[in-house]
Each structure stands twice: as C-alpha cells, then as structure tokens.
C-alpha cells in the first residue's frame, strides 16, 4: 500500500511510465488532457485551486518534453476555445494566459539547458535576425500608440503585443526540437488538433444550434439558406493539415489508400468546406497547382491519378446521398454556389464584403502614405466611422482592423515593421523549396515541402484576413516556419557526418 502511495505522489515516477507509452497514446493523452483541463476551468472557478498542482505537474512535462507544449498551446488556443475562455492566471498589474505561461517554460528552457548541458548548442537559422527585428519594430510600434495616442497600456499590451511576441515559439521550436521523434509527435500532434476539431465542426453543422460544441463564429451561410458556416479557433490548423496531407500522399511511396492521410483528408476537408471561406479554397488551389509543377512525373502522374478517382467519388458517389435527405441538399447547394463564386470574377468583386475590403485598403493607403516609416502604432484607428464599417452590435470597433494581412502591418508598423517581416516569410519559403529534396526521410520531407506551400498559400489568403499578425495565424506561422529549419538543419547534420 505505501508502495502504490508513493508511486502515486511521485511525479517523476509517473512521467517514467508515460514516457514508456506508444507516441500515439501519449499525443492523445496530452491532447485531451489540455482540453479537459481547460473545460473544467472554464466551467468552474473553483477548479483552479484543485488543478495547480496539476498545472506543476504537466509544466515539468513541458519542460522535459517540448513538444508537448507546443501541442498543449495548439490545443488551448488554436482548436475550440476563444482567447475568452482560457484561464489567466493573475500578476501583479495583470494576467497572464496559461499558453503565455507554456510559452515563458519553453523560452527559459533554452538558456537553462545551455547552461546545463555542455553537449546542448544554440541553433541559429537565417530567419533569426529579421524575425527579431519584426518583434523589435512591435514594441516600437506598441509604445507610439501608448504615448503618442494614449491607448490603454493594458489594451496594447494584453492583445495586439502579445500576439506578436507569440512569433517566438519558432525560436522554441528551432532551439528545442531537434530529434526525429520530436518531429514526429510534433506534427501527429497537430493533424490530431485538426482532426477532432473538423469532427466537431462537422457535428456542430449537424445539431446547427441546439447544441454548442466550440466557440467561434457560428453562422448563417448565406441568405435564403439556413445552412451553417463554422469559423473555429482551429481553422488555421486545418488549413496546413489539408495540404501537409495531400503532400504526403503524393510523395510518400505506397499506395495511397494505405496512407492514413487519406483518410483524413475528407475529415479535414469536411471542416474546410463548413468555414465558406473562399480564401482558403482558392489559395489551396494555386499551392497544389505550384506542387505538381514541383514533383517528378512519377509523382504527378500519382498526383492527378488520385484527384481523378476522388473527383469521380465526389461526382459519383458524394452528391447524389447528399440528395436523400433535406440538410444534405441544402449544404451542398449552398456549398456548390459558394466555390463557383471562385469563378465569376464579376460577380464576387461586386459583392458587399469585397467592398468593404475596398473602401479598408483606399483609407489604409492614406494612413501608409500619411505614415510611412513607423505607421499609426497598434490599433490605432486608421479611417472614421462609416455606415455598417463602425462598431458592430457585439461592441467590436473595426475602425482599426484591416482584411488585407500586408496593409495591416504597413498601417500598424510602417516599413520598420513590414521589410523584416516580408524579409523572413521570404526566407521561410526560399529555403522550402531550396532544401525539400535534399530531405531524405520521405515524411520529412513531406512535412518541408507541405508547410512550405501551406505558407505560399497563407500567403495569398492574407491578401483578404489579417492572419499575419493575429494570435493562431502567428502561432501557425511560428510553428511551420520553425519545423522546417529543424528539419533542414538536422539533416544537414546527419548528411555532413
């Protein structure tokens, strides 16, 4: 009895056991952890006290392990929750979130384990430098709006700072996963978040609103039709895992029916099509055009072979059983109208949202004209008060945000903001491309090649959604520019020894 008691208090002792576990059995331990831990607290207050010897407990793991914190921060903040209802955790003068907390035990790892290992070495990657002059121009950019236009300290610093310091998990990442297992859970670990949230998004379309399973915007599709757009904490997650996914189908070399991404990517092509985001859709399209231009015949012949026989599926098979029942016509109607906007270029560029995005980038020149070195500060207002362009019935000012990613930053943060950012998504996606075939593990390299257009794309969806510089988009951003330096830089390694 004393033994099983002691066995039970011993954290170390329980750590062992878990690290002895299969890799899958611990993603998912890890993942639905963090999800069960941040739903009781969010439920309850009085959870708090009972889970901070929990909360110990996984940061040790968080700093033995890494990876599972990159995980647990992707599982808070990027899959079902709104920053809303995550736990803070009060400071003197504020709070901090608890992904913030994740990410300060993953940043003070580096130089502790440099200072206790001698076999441990500081990775730097091209990136560096202007990613740290990006995170330089912020603080710059945050302290004209707090002393040029009085904002609120607490309202710069508790959102639109704190967004961008969230680019320093790629310094995490680079510096701390390192090896080949790491890699591994690290991106099972993401495809598994994309997963449960496209099934929970495909659920959600299903019980409509009798039901809430997540936050996020849950909404009408189009008018005349009662059929539901998701918009997920985790879309951007979704958005990478789709094309990672076809990526590694296409080059992986086995049938692709014995992949297990192709059976995930209905799941996750299921929750792409439920966000009616033509932005994503039509950037995914022009990655994969880029990717079959990138292959080898072999691998184009496979490519287009596979999309033959899911296009024949879809026309087949998918279409008519969404017919045998009201709310699958209905979804599918409305889904098929949505993509063949993508094609009636006339008719979307004279839509009402695309006006709005008009009207934001002719006053968002001005402000970039008026302000072009260090821009207005963080959200400093750019434009007036216009009809439906002002505050919106939640009490959401939009007068400071712009749809277009690239003239938010220009607006916000001037060139001093914007050259090093566009410096280091340059480098990010250069050395993509440069280095994918020099990869000699086939999922590696998947991963290289998959991220890297998942950024071409992201790229080209930024043109309409600020992602750039909003909290998931940087982690995600953070997150796959980060994996591909490790990636490149420990085959290197291996190639040179």
């Not at 441990?120 to 709006?145: E, G, H, Q």
């Not at 099972?188 to 009798?210: D, E, K, Y």
């Given at each position: 009895?004393?033994?099983f008691l002691?066995f039970?208090i011993?954290p170390?002792l329980i750590s062992?056991?878990?690290?002895?576990?299969?890799?899958?059995?611990?993603v998912?331990f890890?993942l639905?952890?963090?999800?069960?831990l941040s739903?009781?607290?969010?439920?309850?207050?009085?959870?708090?006290?009972i889970?901070v010897?929990v909360g110990?407990?996984f940061?040790?793991?968080?700093a033995?392990k890494?990876?599972?914190?990159?995980?647990a921060i992707?599982a808070?903040?990027?899959?079902i929750?709104y920053?809303?209802?995550?736990?803070?955790?009060?400071?003197?003068?504020?709070?901090?979130?608890?992904?913030?907390v994740?990410?300060?035990?993953?940043l003070?790892?580096?130089?502790?384990?440099?200072?206790?290992?001698?076999?441990?070495?500081?990775?730097?990657?091209p990136?560096d430098?202007?990613?740290?002059?990006?995170i330089?121009a912020?603080f710059?950019?945050a302290?004209?709006?707090i002393?040029?236009y009085g904002?609120?300290?607490k309202?710069?610093v508790?959102?639109d700072?704190?967004?961008?310091?969230?680019?320093l998990l790629?310094?995490?990442?680079?510096n701390l996963?390192?090896?080949?297992?790491?890699?591994?859970?690290?991106?099972?670990?993401?495809f598994g978040?994309?997963?449960?949230?496209s099934?929970l998004?495909?659920?959600?379309?299903r019980?409509?609103?009798s039901?809430?399973?997540m936050?996020?915007?849950i909404?009408?599709?189009?008018?005349?039709s009662?059929?539901?757009?998701?918009?997920p904490?985790?879309?951007?997650v979704?958005?990478?895992?789709?094309?990672?996914?076809i990526?590694?189908?296409?080059i992986?070399?086995?049938?692709?029916f014995?992949?297990v991404?192709?059976y995930?990517?209905?799941?996750l092509?299921?929750?792409?099509?439920l966000?009616?985001?033509?932005n994503?859709w039509?950037?995914?399209?022009?990655?994969?055009?880029?990717?079959m231009?990138?292959?080898?015949?072999?691998?184009?012949?496979?490519?287009?072979?596979?999309?033959a026989?899911?296009?024949v599926f879809l026309m087949?098979?998918?279409?008519?059983?969404?017919?045998?029942?009201?709310?699958?016509?209905?979804?599918?109607?409305?889904?098929?109208?949505?993509f063949s906007?993508l094609?009636?270029?006339?008719e979307t560029?004279?839509?009402?949202?695309?006006?709005?995005?008009?009207?934001?980038?002719?006053?968002?020149?001005?402000?970039?004209?008026q302000?072009?070195?260090l821009?207005?500060?963080?959200?400093?207002?750019y434009?007036?008060?216009?009809?439906?362009?002002?505050?919106?019935?939640?009490?959401w000012?939009s007068?400071s945000?712009?749809?277009n990613g690239?003239?938010s930053?220009?607006?916000?943060?001037?060139?001093?903001?914007?050259?090093?950012?566009i410096?280091?998504?340059?480098h990010?996606?250069?050395r993509?491309?440069?280095n994918?075939?020099k990869?000699?593990?086939?999922i590696?390299?998947?991963?290289?090649?998959g991220?890297?257009?998942?950024?071409?794309?992201?790229?080209?969806?930024n043109?309409a959604?600020?992602?750039?510089?909003?909290?998931?988009?940087?982690?995600v951003?953070?997150?796959?520019a980060?994996?591909?330096?490790?990636i490149?830089?420990?085959?290197?390694?291996e190639?040179?020894e």
């Amino acid at each position: 009895m004393n033994r099983f008691l002691a066995f039970r208090i011993n954290p170390a002792l329980i750590s062992l056991v878990l690290w002895n576990f299969p890799k899958i059995f611990q993603v998912i331990f890890f993942l639905l952890s963090a999800l069960i831990l941040s739903s009781l607290v969010i439920i309850s207050s009085s959870f708090q006290v009972i889970l901070v010897p929990v909360g110990v407990f996984f940061l040790y793991i968080i700093a033995k392990k890494p990876e599972i914190g990159v995980l647990a921060i992707f599982a808070i903040a990027a899959s079902i929750f709104y920053k809303q209802a995550i736990p803070h955790i009060p400071i003197p003068g504020g709070s901090l979130l608890v992904t913030d907390v994740i990410l300060l035990v993953l940043l003070l790892r580096i130089p502790f384990k440099a200072l206790t290992d001698r076999s441990f070495r500081l990775l730097t990657t091209p990136l560096d430098f202007p990613l740290l002059f990006f995170i330089f121009a912020a603080f710059i950019s945050a302290s004209i709006s707090i002393f040029k236009y009085g904002l609120d300290f607490k309202l710069i610093v508790g959102t639109d700072l704190q967004a961008i310091i969230y680019y320093l998990l790629f310094f995490a990442i680079t510096n701390l996963i390192r090896e080949k297992k790491q890699i591994r859970v690290l991106f099972g670990g993401l495809f598994g978040i994309a997963t449960i949230v496209s099934l929970l998004m495909i659920l959600q379309a299903r019980v409509v609103n009798s039901v809430r399973l997540m936050y996020g915007r849950i909404e009408t599709a189009d008018q005349g039709s009662w059929a539901t757009r998701i918009l997920p904490p985790g879309e951007v997650v979704i958005f990478i895992a789709f094309i990672s996914a076809i990526c590694a189908i296409a080059i992986m070399n086995r049938p692709f029916f014995r992949s297990v991404y192709f059976y995930l990517i209905p799941i996750l092509g299921g929750g792409l099509l439920l966000t009616y985001n033509r932005n994503y859709w039509g950037s995914i399209i022009l990655s994969l055009l880029i990717f079959m231009l990138l292959i080898s015949k072999r691998g184009r012949k496979k490519f287009l072979g596979w999309l033959a026989i899911v296009f024949v599926f879809l026309m087949l098979v998918i279409l008519p059983l969404t017919r045998l029942s009201k709310t699958g016509r209905v979804y599918s109607d409305s889904i098929v109208e949505r993509f063949s906007s993508l094609f009636t270029v006339k008719e979307t560029f004279a839509s009402s949202s695309l006006e709005w995005r008009k009207i934001e980038n002719e006053y968002a020149l001005r402000s970039i004209i008026q302000h072009p070195f260090l821009g207005t500060g963080l959200n400093v207002k750019y434009r007036p008060y216009l009809p439906n362009m002002g505050i919106d019935k939640t009490g959401w000012d939009s007068t400071s945000y712009i749809h277009n990613g690239y003239f938010s930053i220009l607006v916000n943060m001037g060139l001093l903001g914007f050259l090093p950012f566009i410096w280091f998504y340059i480098h990010f996606l250069v050395r993509g491309f440069s280095n994918w075939r020099k990869i000699r593990d086939n999922i590696e390299k998947s991963i290289v090649i998959g991220f890297t257009l998942s950024g071409i794309a992201f790229s080209l969806a930024n043109l309409a959604m600020p992602k750039l510089i909003e909290w998931r988009g940087i982690m995600v951003i953070a997150t796959i520019a980060g994996m591909n330096e490790a990636i490149i830089r420990r085959n290197k390694r291996e190639s040179h020894e």
